[in-house]
């Protein structure tokens, strides 16, 4: 017909756009079945990460109570197996550790790299990426620790215990958000935020208490090598180095440094894992991706394979790849090797009569159970009444109140600094009191939960999401006069995705959003164009094309079509498709050939680079970015709570 594809490239392999929706590769399309199908359980990032969390919770728990029983049934072989001297030795030097210590300094150096990790992406792209909204829960996180600490030495002053008050710091950040995601409410995404801050503030004082209070001495030499390790790859990541094995050299290189300087190494998985960014990857390096790509597919060379394999890495950011990489194996087989090592306590009559009347046992349970609640609790009142309300919590009182109940859950911190801090008898008392404190808490969070869940609809969910306005990623607000909007225009929850209508996974995801239309009445919903070009080479045409069914007042109509028929997306389909809808043909193809609607896609391409969209389809829920699934289920929930959100501010 003439029409110009002006920008098209030649069709290559198609590539899942970022960020990829599901681990399954799309269903192939048939003549039976024009539009893919879609799953209804959708996996992303963050749905496999709550999963790792409850899954190696359970494992953990699991890991410990085995400990129990070979530590109560053979102990000598118990403490025979964990005890074992392993050793390294270089030259003149060497390093010789138990393999509970190899454990406990080495190994979980890699847990607190993924904690550091996850911190750093809330920091990056998550509820804490205002940095107010990270005042209040380091203020609570400090206060819990600070009223955890004085209770424990007030009840274990007088029999001398109280040198071990490091013990009741830090709240096991595995187990806490396991329990979080077993009974905790359903919206409890921001929840995990406002926790997650909580945690990260009690472990950074605890391995600052590991490294100081409780090292036996520190030698200077190898504290400042260290610090300088730790400046080199600051230097690598400005430089954008992206060499996995380099960063593991220079890592491994200061942990002996610490190990060497008397500070406990594992604080140097902390540090590194919140140095890597978490920010989307430019535009630019995408397309730089798709590039090489087809490059390999045009000729496929060992040299472009690795060249293509290299610029598809580096497209996805360093925090989530090494996310992927790390979390099932610490979640796995770290931190339940770690509880296999420590939870092992010899339990007999004569220890359950003595430990029951221990000051230290007793310290630990009530700096846990009440001291956390109370003081993350008190924290957060506290400073919502003395900013005047400017700082208050991005989640309910109910849901503070949660996350206190739950920090009295202190499993691996605590126990590492217990191993330190005392020995023999006193030693499995702090042990016996540590778990006995985490059955507690995670039975009080139940209660507590399970009673919010009771109230009526509007105080139940004023409790639990509060008053905190949500942020705002959309930078281009939705215009009823410009965008391309379905549903009521009062309706309380608007939905607008960045599409493309050449991607297989805004197709699958159509389905999705059809059924939530059809399911929720009080849903709008708002559909920008972005065309990537750069994999999609008939996308931008098919989007001027949707935008000259508007200008004649279809653009809804030619929307679903193109969605629907994504393999005939050239331009004598395009035609077809107009001529079906009863258009004005001459005036579309005239349309076409002179990109009259070009500038009006450009807008959205725009808008979208602005708000931060690099893939498709990407969704914005009331302003808010949809990090999770785009599956119905997935959808609903997201509808849900920002309905909830509205109800709130009623």
């Given at each position: 017909?003439?029409i110009?594809?002006?920008?098209?490239?030649?069709s290559?392999?198609?590539?899942?756009?970022?960020p990829?929706?599901?681990?399954?590769?799309?269903?192939?399309?048939?003549?039976?079945s024009?539009?893919?199908?879609?799953?209804t359980?959708g996996?992303?990032?963050?749905?496999?990460?709550?999963?790792?969390?409850?899954?190696?919770?359970?494992?953990?728990?699991?890991?410990?109570?085995?400990?129990?029983?070979?530590?109560n049934?053979?102990?000598?072989?118990?403490?025979?197996?964990?005890?074992?001297?392993?050793?390294?030795?270089?030259?003149d030097?060497?390093?010789?550790?138990?393999?509970?210590?190899?454990?406990?300094?080495?190994l979980?150096?890699?847990?607190?790299?993924?904690?550091?990790?996850?911190?750093?992406?809330e920091?990056?792209?998550?509820?804490?990426?205002?940095?107010?909204?990270?005042i209040?829960?380091?203020?609570?996180?400090?206060?819990?620790?600070a009223?955890?600490?004085?209770l424990f030495?007030?009840?274990?002053?007088?029999?001398?215990?109280?040198?071990g008050?490091?013990v009741?710091?830090?709240t096991?950040?595995?187990?806490?958000?396991?329990v979080l995601?077993?009974?905790?409410?359903?919206f409890?995404d921001?929840?995990?935020a406002?926790?997650?801050?909580?945690?990260?503030?009690?472990?950074?004082?605890?391995?600052v208490?590991?490294?100081?209070?409780?090292?036996?001495?520190?030698?200077?030499?190898?504290?400042?090598?260290a610090?300088?390790?730790?400046?080199?790859?600051?230097?690598?990541?400005?430089?954008?180095?992206?060499?996995?094995?380099?960063?593991?050299?220079?890592?491994?290189?200061?942990?002996?440094a610490?190990?060497?300087?008397?500070?406990?190494?594992?604080?140097?998985?902390?540090?590194?894992?919140?140095?890597?960014?978490?920010?989307?990857?430019?535009?630019?390096?995408?397309?730089?991706a798709?590039?090489?790509?087809?490059?390999f597919?045009e000729?496929?060379?060992?040299?472009?394979?690795?060249?293509?394999?290299?610029?598809?890495?580096?497209?996805?950011?360093?925090?989530?790849?090494?996310?992927a990489?790390f979390h099932?194996?610490?979640?796995?087989?770290?931190?339940?090797?770690f509880?296999?090592?420590?939870a092992?306590?010899?339990?007999?009559?004569d220890?359950?009569?003595?430990?029951?009347?221990s000051?230290?046992?007793?310290g630990?349970?009530?700096?846990?159970?009440?001291?956390?609640?109370?003081?993350?609790?008190?924290?957060?009142?506290?400073?919502?009444?003395?900013?005047?309300?400017?700082?208050?919590?991005?989640?309910g009182?109910?849901?503070?109140?949660?996350?206190?109940?739950?920090?009295?859950?202190?499993?691996?911190?605590?126990?590492?600094?217990a191993?330190?801090?005392?020995?023999?008898?006193?030693?499995?008392?702090?042990k016996?009191?540590i778990?006995?404190?985490?059955?507690?808490?995670?039975?009080?969070?139940?209660?507590?939960?399970?009673?919010?869940?009771?109230?009526?609809?509007?105080?139940?969910?004023?409790?639990?999401?509060g008053?905190?306005?949500?942020?705002?990623?959309?930078?281009e607000?939705?215009?009823?006069a410009?965008?391309?909007?379905?549903?009521?225009?009062?309706?309380?929850?608007?939905?607008?995705?960045y599409?493309?209508?050449?991607?297989?996974?805004?197709?699958?995801?159509?389905?999705?959003v059809?059924?939530?239309l059809?399911?929720?009445?009080?849903?709008?919903?708002?559909?920008?164009?972005?065309?990537?070009?750069?994999?999609?080479p008939?996308?931008?045409?098919?989007?001027?094309?949707?935008?000259?069914?508007?200008?004649?007042?279809?653009?809804?109509?030619?929307?679903?079509?193109?969605?629907?028929?994504?393999?005939?997306?050239?331009?004598?389909d395009?035609?077809?498709?107009?001529?079906?809808?009863?258009?004005?043909?001459?005036?579309?193809?005239?349309?076409?050939?002179?990109?009259?609607?070009?500038?009006?896609?450009?807008?959205?391409?725009?808008?979208?680079?602005?708000?931060?969209?690099?893939?498709?389809?990407?969704?914005?829920?009331?302003?808010?970015?949809?990090?999770?699934?785009?599956?119905?289920?997935?959808?609903?929930?997201?509808?849900?709570?920002?309905?909830?959100?509205?109800?709130?501010?009623?």
């Amino acid at each position: 017909m003439g029409i110009d594809e002006r920008g098209a490239e030649a069709s290559g392999p198609e590539t899942p756009p970022t960020p990829t929706p599901s681990t399954d590769p799309p269903p192939q399309e048939t003549s039976e079945s024009p539009t893919t199908g879609w799953s209804t359980y959708g996996s992303t990032p963050l749905r496999e990460f709550l999963r790792t969390e409850s899954g190696g919770a359970a494992l953990l728990l699991a890991a410990a109570a085995v400990a129990l029983v070979w530590a109560n049934v053979a102990p000598a072989a118990y403490a025979g197996c964990w005890g074992t001297e392993i050793g390294l030795t270089w030259g003149d030097h060497e390093l010789v550790l138990t393999a509970t210590e190899w454990i406990n300094s080495g190994l979980m150096a890699f847990y607190f790299f993924v904690v550091g990790l996850e911190t750093r992406r809330e920091f990056d792209i998550g509820e804490l990426r205002e940095r107010r909204r990270v005042i209040l829960p380091v203020v609570a996180g400090v206060a819990g620790m600070a009223v955890s600490a004085l209770l424990f030495v007030a009840i274990t002053a007088a029999s001398g215990g109280a040198h071990g008050w490091g013990v009741a710091l830090s709240t096991d950040t595995a187990f806490a958000l396991g329990v979080l995601a077993v009974v905790g409410p359903r919206f409890s995404d921001r929840l995990r935020a406002f926790l997650l801050t909580v945690l990260i503030t009690d472990d950074l004082v605890a391995l600052v208490a590991i490294a100081t209070v409780y090292a036996d001495s520190v030698v200077l030499g190898p504290l400042v090598v260290a610090l300088l390790l730790l400046l080199l790859v600051v230097v690598l990541l400005r430089l954008r180095v992206h060499s996995g094995a380099l960063y593991l050299l220079v890592g491994v290189l200061a942990w002996f440094a610490l190990e060497q300087s008397g500070v406990d190494p594992v604080v140097i998985g902390l540090v590194l894992g919140m140095l890597v960014f978490a920010r989307p990857v430019a535009t630019e390096t995408l397309e730089r991706a798709s590039g090489l790509f087809r490059d390999f597919r045009e000729q496929p060379t060992p040299e472009l394979a690795r060249s293509a394999a290299q610029g598809v890495r580096a497209a996805v950011p360093p925090n989530e790849r090494l996310q992927a990489l790390f979390h099932p194996w610490t979640s796995y087989v770290i931190v339940p090797l770690f509880a296999l090592a420590n939870a092992g306590i010899v339990v007999r009559g004569d220890f359950l009569a003595t430990a029951l009347r221990s000051p230290v046992l007793w310290g630990v349970v009530v700096a846990f159970v009440v001291g956390k609640p109370l003081g993350i609790v008190g924290g957060a009142w506290l400073t919502t009444r003395l900013s005047h309300g400017r700082l208050r919590p991005s989640v309910g009182w109910a849901a503070v109140l949660g996350a206190g109940t739950v920090s009295g859950i202190g499993f691996t911190l605590s126990l590492l600094i217990a191993t330190i801090a005392f020995e023999g008898q006193t030693l499995d008392e702090a042990k016996l009191g540590i778990l006995v404190a985490g059955v507690l808490s995670a039975a009080i969070t139940w209660i507590a939960f399970s009673l919010t869940e009771r109230l009526p609809t509007r105080r139940r969910v004023r409790a639990l999401l509060g008053e905190a306005e949500s942020l705002v990623d959309l930078a281009e607000p939705v215009d009823a006069a410009r965008d391309h909007v379905r549903g009521p225009a009062d309706a309380p929850v608007t939905v607008v995705e960045y599409g493309d209508f050449q991607c297989p996974y805004c197709g699958l995801a159509e389905a999705a959003v059809r059924e939530l239309l059809s399911d929720f009445g009080d849903v709008r919903y708002v559909w920008r164009h972005l065309p990537l070009r750069d994999v999609h080479p008939q996308a931008q045409l098919a989007a001027e094309a949707a935008e000259a069914a508007a200008a004649q007042g279809a653009f809804w109509e030619m929307h679903d079509l193109l969605l629907e028929h994504q393999d005939e997306l050239r331009p004598e389909d395009l035609v077809r498709h107009a001529t079906s809808l009863g258009l004005d043909v001459d005036r579309l193809v005239h349309d076409l050939r002179k990109h009259e609607h070009e500038p009006r896609v450009a807008d959205d391409v725009e808008s979208a680079d602005l708000s931060g969209v690099r893939g498709t389809p990407t969704f914005f829920i009331n302003g808010s970015r949809h990090h999770g699934a785009y599956d119905v289920r997935a959808l609903e929930d997201a509808v849900r709570l920002a309905r909830a959100q509205a109800l709130v501010r009623e």
